[in-house]
């Protein structure tokens, strides 16, 4: 059964600097998908990244990038310029092409501070 | 329409009593989740829905639970029996058939057994 794991329960970072979350995961398959979203407080999910297994080249969305390493089978999350705003939990997860549910990490509570 | 909505946003009910959650997802979305989220985790897959037929359910979803998407629109989770280790967030989201770019995810339930 695939698996995602984010050993980094709480993070802090200063506003305006660079953090990084990890995320590994296990699967036997080849073709994937990998996400990572957020969860302000007492808000709904959003999707912040995506990225496809079959595609070498890192996703970016602005401020936010991914290190993808198949290989190695991790997917950590780069935020730059870090703002009050991006505090929140923040999920890593997987979902295989064969499959239709996504699998979630236990999360990572991205705290900013002034 | 602006996304995926569930009502109510909280439930406080006694232990034993049934209770009932909506959730209407993105309009032109075929495919509707329901998932279950503890303190501490991240969300955990219950079933799913393409259309009105429910293709897959989660050993996590005992007998008491029960969800329905009659019309291939709108789904109604029920928990029977209500017992305290039901207490969670319940979740729903919605996507299109290829799943490439994850879930819109609503704002969630919030059920507190006592």
């Known amino acids: 059964a695939q698996t995602v794991t984010q050993s980094q329960p709480e993070m802090s970072v200063q506003e305006a600097e660079t953090v990084t979350l990890s995320c590994t995961y296990d699967?036997?398959?080849?073709?994937?998908?990998l996400f990572w979203y957020k969860q302000p407080p007492s808000r709904q999910m959003i999707l912040v990244i995506r990225?496809?297994?079959?595609?070498?080249q890192n996703a970016t969305e602005n401020r936010f990038s991914v290190n993808f390493q198949k290989a190695a089978k991790s997917f950590s999350l780069k935020i730059s310029d870090s703002q009050l705003g991006d505090a929140a939990m923040y999920f890593c997860?997987?979902?295989?092409?064969?499959?239709?549910?996504?699998?979630f990490g236990k999360g990572t509570r991205l705290h900013i501070l002034p | 329409d602006t996304g995926v909505s569930q009502d109510p946003r909280h439930k406080i009910t006694k232990r034993g009593q049934n209770v009932t959650f909506r959730c209407d997802p993105i309009?032109?979305?075929?495919?509707l989740y329901w998932y279950r989220q503890t303190l501490g985790q991240g969300p955990e897959f219950l079933t799913y829905?393409?259309?009105?037929?429910?293709?897959?359910k989660s050993r996590l979803l005992s007998d008491r639970f029960s969800a329905e998407r009659p019309k291939g629109s709108f789904s109604t989770l029920e928990i029977q029996r209500t017992e305290q280790g039901d207490s969670a967030m319940y979740l729903c989201?919605?996507?299109?058939?290829?799943?490439?770019?994850?879930?819109?995810f609503g704002s969630g339930t919030r059920l507190t057994v006592v």
């Open positions: 989201a919605s996507s299109f058939t290829l799943l490439n770019y994850g879930y819109t």
């Open positions: 699967t036997s398959e080849s073709d994937y998908y």
């Open positions: 990225q496809e297994a079959y595609k070498q």
């Open positions: 997860a997987y979902r295989s092409n064969g499959d239709d549910k996504i699998i």
């Open positions: 309009s032109e979305h075929n495919r």
């Open positions: 829905f393409q259309n009105e037929a429910q293709l897959e």
